[in-house]
Every structure is written in C-alpha cells, then in structure tokens.
C-alpha cells in the first residue's frame, strides 16, 4: 500500500506553485491572475501543513495556514472590488487593455 509522505506534499505544493504562477504570468485577465495568486497561496498552504504534520512542529503550520487563509479571503475581497470598479471604468477585466491609470 502506498503510504502519502512529505515528498507527495511537496511536489503537490510544486505542482500548484507552479501552475499559479504560469497563471499569473501569462492571462491577460484579472480574475485568472486572481485564482493564480490563490494558487500559489494555496500551495504554500499545503506546506505548511506538511512539515508541521512530518516536521513535528506543534500546531504552528495549521496557525500560519490558518492566517494566510484569512490573508487570502481578505485580499480576494479587496482585489475583487478593484476589478469591479475597473470594469465598471473601462468596460473590460483585461489587465493590458487598461492604461487610463497612468494619466
């Protein structure tokens, strides 16, 4: 039977990591950035609660992944204002169509 170790939540986290990342990197619209940034959370997440779990750190993991949980819901809901309030300026969520900031 295979047992789950760190190295399946690391690569996990990778995997996640990295895909956040790519999502961040390459859409042009601002709620795919968003889930990115959420990803990439997400994936430090799995992490935290990994090494506390094998690291045999006590509950601080599940503290900090506990907080960035609350950090993200906060950031989702002031990013999300944002981008309605863009939209509702330039009738579009595209981050590189948007340059009436700069004026």
């Given at each position: 039977?295979?047992?789950v ?11 996640l990591?990295s ?18 940034i ?14 506390a ?6 509950f ?6 506990l ?17 309605l309030?863009?939209?509702k ?6 981050v590189d ?7």
């Amino acid at each position: 039977m295979l047992q789950v170790g760190l190295t399946h939540f690391l690569v996990l986290s990778a995997l996640l990591f990295s895909l956040g990342i790519f999502a961040i990197l390459t859409r042009r619209n601002a709620i795919m950035v968003l889930m990115g940034i959420e990803l990439v959370l997400n994936s430090a997440n799995i992490n935290f609660i990994a090494f506390a779990k094998y690291g045999n750190f006590g509950f601080s993991g599940q503290m900090v992944a506990l907080f960035v949980i609350i950090l993200a819901a906060a950031e989702a809901a002031v990013a999300l204002a944002i981008v309605l309030n863009i939209y509702k300026n330039f009738n579009t969520v595209n981050v590189d169509e948007i340059d009436g900031l700069r004026d």
